[in-house]
């Protein structure tokens, strides 16, 4: 491998192997159980199982070879979803969504690669597509310049480029299975034959100065009809040496042919970007595709992650200068799947809300949350939409104002409007990942997140072990809101037991308590809204990260698992939740 692909797989991206190949195995394991039964077959070893594809077509896939093939020739590959999730997260806090960004791939026309593209799509919108055999950029400069004058108004490109290679399902490296097919075939197949030529041409005796001196001489034939293959034999050539050289030729091919293809895409934007227009920005994904067997979820190795201006300047290295943050983002990813950045939320609400006839001037914003600093956070960014919150909440962010300040925030409701009631328990994801924890600003050892949270967790832990499941009587008002914490999270005790991560599954529980309670709040109080006002409430968990303490470009996260309108007789007037 390439002394600059190296560095960035081993350094720049160790924090996505870290979470190692028992939790890709966990992981993918329980995806495809959720559409297979497992079956012996010798042929494959004891771990065999039987996978239906969308097809209906069935395969005996050792899944755990499948996945140690995975980890071990491609260190720090994630599935599909996740590379999706991490480039939203990631590029929120630039002004990406998929309202105004432009998706661009230079992937190869193999229909195995389909599900990345389908995958970026659901999330940014309908692909431009540059790539052709092996993907490399064979669009070129008028390629992506015409994509560039594609791009929504204001706003942004992401090009995501790389080659492909097959991992079957007996752990395999360079085939796959196909659909419809008995046995499987080469994969990437323009990629085998570039480096059948390559081997060919090197056993020739060619030395590197020949090479060189061969590759520069238009070997390229004029006619048109196998044009794209010759390109990629004579782009591979130069790695001749390197291919013969490596242990394992098969996994090595794939990382060549990305370093030849980012040097082309690199050209490529160099000259073009000046295209994009405004200040649209263009953001670079560059990695291996990885294909695995139908049933089975695919994989990408990312070796590079770059944002640059539409003067080609580079703006951000993601991959050098994030390297930090990204075991909280890939923790975040893992644990709360669904859970996206602040400023996307809020977009996404205030977009959901004007549907409903909601605006800036006449909504109230109430918020039902922890009363510790890092959720401050959010509580700015919705405020900086729909002004100064009211805020019901208290510790661990249960609505302790209760129907009394619900009624109050409704008579302060401006004329002919209504409110916006956000809710939620809060938890910290720390610079290592860990859930529960957070680094917070001036201190060297991390703490609980939530504090409130944790104590209760820790007092029906305790109740649990003496058998106690009855709610705990408050009568001093010294802590009162902790004692009543401790008394709601009660009835959850059982499934916190249970939980194979109980840090996770707490803000879940608290969640559950929540919603009850405020739901009870707001069916007692909702006669308060005047005229015709309606009630939004948005209830979901917070995720501080070490932004709202001392990491600069983090940002917290919201997962979101209830919005809903109301009337003010209560009744649910539409279920306003996304479907992802």
Known sequence: MSSNSSVVSTAALSVFSASAAALLLLRSSERSKSHSTSKDSGSVGTAATEISSVSGDHHYVDVEATLKSIHEAFPGAVPNNELVAL????????GYDGNTTLVATALCCDELNRPLVDDLEREFGQTFTMGGLAGFAFGGVTSFGAMAHHIPDGGNC???????????????????????????????????????YVHQE??????????????????????????????????LLPYGKRLEEAEDKKAELPKALFDAQNELVQRIVAKGASNVGGRGKIAMVGGVQINTPPGMQDYFLPLRFELRNNKGALVEDFMAHRSAILPTVESITQHFPRAMPNNALVSRVQAKLAECGYNEKSTLLATSLCCDEVNKPLIDDFSAVYGNNFSMGGLAGFAFGGVTSFGAMAHHIPDDGSCLIVFGPHVGVDSKGNVGTIDRIGRKKIGACCGSAAAASGFVHEQYCKKVTDAVSVSDPQDAQQQFVNSLL???????????NRNVELPFALFDAQQDLLRKIVAKGCGEVAGDGKIALLGGIQINTPSSSCKEGMYDYFLPLSFELRNNKGELIEDLLWEE
């Open 158 to 196: 992401l090009l995501v480029y790389g080659p492909h290679v097959g991992v079957d399902s007996e752990g395999n490296v360079g085939t796959v299975n196909r659909r419809g097919r008995k046995h499987g075939g080469a994969c990437c197949g323009s990629a085998s034959a570039a480096a059948g």
């Open 87 to 94: 480039l939203r997260n990631t590029l929120a806090a630039s």
């Open 202 to 235: 090197y056993c020739k005796q060619i030395t590197d100065d020949s090479v060189n001196t061969f590759n520069s001489v238009n070997t390229i034939s004029n006619d048109p009809l196998d044009a794209q293959q010759q390109f990629v034999n004579n782009l």
């Open 490 to 500: 009660l009835p959850q005790a059982e499934r916190l037991e249970q939980a194979k």
